[in-house]
């Protein structure tokens, strides 16, 4: 049986984690409050532990012992769930994870997931004040803005570079051209073909 | 000439009608800086420890609750939230200067209305039969001068059906984790006493008395013989400390 004590303690991190970034998108807050009494049990098989995460109006709670009825139990690996949970997947099928009871949870926790939109720069402003967070954040938008341009710039010429200069690859608008090409050849294969046989069977029709 | 009967308060023998009053001067001692104390002696477990405690207890709305030896009240604020205004929460503890501090402690938390203070002798609980759903007595068995009574005093105020929970200190598996676990209540804890409370006596005390408990098995038994069913514990951080759980037939 897994520690209690370390698994109470990740589960208030996780609870305290889930917690502050729900204080700072309240959006995401007002949501949650719709799941407010529900339980989901997430049975996780690997490793061997289970969480059943408790709704509040503004809040979770996790626990690993609970003897009431839960709304609804996730069940499958760590890595298959968290994939599941956090991921565009929006089927179970082959997911490794299957779910019994009340499924609408589960489609609300995903959406809320996925929708996840933390205001960071007021988390900031709550530890250095607003002006410094402002001005952090601003210059962290700029740098990341700068970075991202920089990024599709570098993408650009090594695109360029490999597809014009060293002609290592195929341009995309040369590529369209050639399955173009191909598509033209293929159907003029094929009304050969037809008429081919359209003379053939004249000719069988004459001979008999 | 009669022999009183004596028992044991820490590593000390003492009669056994003076055992209460000594415990209760330990107390009176550290009631004022008890969280503190009980911070920095176990780095904050202790309340992964009560956390834990509280999810076995499965407390629900409307339950009635007795929280023996509340002592500051960690559990009773848990159990005040979760019963509800329909539950009850009762939190007793024999020390009148703990007792205080608990009751101060929760009112500044707003927990008020679902919540009554007693003070009561574990071994004599002033509750009618079949009172409790869930009955919690965390650090607490260790000092009550008859453990047998005072578990027989916990079956007949539970409901039938109801769970008694004993948080404790226990005895470490691991002989190393013993070694340093004895090294650290014998040595640091009563310095850490004399520097924060300047009472390193009553810190010796909570560390002899520690060592004074019943084990695991031995606990469980004794719950046995007072009539719990289902009888069970889970050891935590080691041994260190360990949850006996009961259920009353």
Request: glycine share 10%; proline share 3%; aromatic share 8%.
């Amino acid at each position: 049986m897994s520690n209690p004590s370390a698994i109470t303690a990740l589960f208030i991190v996780l609870e305290k984690a889930v917690t502050t970034a729900l204080r700072y998108d309240p959006g995401t807050q007002a949501q949650l409050a719709k799941l407010a009494g529900q339980t989901l049990l997430i049975d996780c098989s690997r490793p061997a532990q289970k969480m059943y995460i408790q709704f509040g109006a503004a809040d979770i709670t996790l626990a690993g012992h609970y003897e009431d009825d839960v709304s609804a139990t996730l069940s499958g690996s760590g890595a298959d769930i968290a994939k599941l949970l956090f991921g565009d997947q929006h089927s179970l099928y082959g997911s490794g994870v299957s779910i019994s009871g009340n499924a609408g949870v589960l489609a609300q926790l995903q959406g809320l997931a996925g929708q996840l939109d933390i205001d960071w720069e007021m988390a900031l402003a709550d530890l250095i004040g607003t002006l410094p967070a402002h001005t952090l954040a601003n210059s962290l938008r700029t740098a990341s803005g700068w970075g991202r341009e920089r990024a599709q710039g570098a993408e650009r010429l090594v695109r360029e570079y490999l597809a014009e200069e060293s002609s290592a690859v195929l341009g995309r608008s040369e590529f369209a051209l050639f399955v173009d090409d191909i598509d033209n050849t293929r159907l003029a294969l094929d009304r050969l073909g037809a008429r081919i046989a359209r003379l053939r069977a004249r000719q069988d029709h004459k001979d008999h | 000439m009669s022999e009183k009967k004596t028992t044991h308060f820490g590593f000390e023998q003492v009669e056994t009608d003076k055992k209460a009053e000594r415990v209760a001067d330990v107390f009176h001692s550290v009631a004022g800086k008890y969280d503190l104390m009980n911070d920095l002696m176990s780095g904050g477990v202790h309340r992964l420890w009560k956390r834990y405690t509280i999810e076995k207890s499965a407390v629900r709305a409307g339950h009635k609750v007795l929280d023996i030896a509340g002592g500051t009240g960690d559990l009773s604020y848990q159990f005040s939230r979760k019963v509800g205004p329909d539950g009850l929460v009762v939190l007793a503890d024999i020390n009148a200067s703990m007792l205080n501090v608990g009751r101060d402690r929760l009112l500044d938390r707003g927990a008020a209305g679902n919540l009554t203070f007693a003070q009561a002798d574990a071994q004599y609980l002033p509750f009618p039969d079949n009172t409790f759903d869930c009955i919690t007595i965390a650090f607490g068995l260790r000092n009550v001068t008859d453990k047998d009574m005072a578990l027989e005093a916990m079956l007949r105020v539970l409901k039938p059906g109801g769970r008694l929970l004993i948080l404790e200190f226990s005895k470490p598996g691991n002989p190393l984790l013993e070694k340093a676990y004895d090294t650290y209540s014998f040595k640091l804890l009563p310095l850490m006493g004399k520097l924060i409370t300047n009472d390193s006596d009553s810190y010796r005390y909570l560390a002899e008395s520690i060592r004074m408990h019943p084990d695991q098995k031995t606990l469980q038994g004794m719950m046995d013989s007072a009539g719990f069913v289902m009888t069970e514990f889970q050891n935590m951080t080691g041994g260190i400390v360990a949850l006996h759980m009961g259920v009353k037939p």
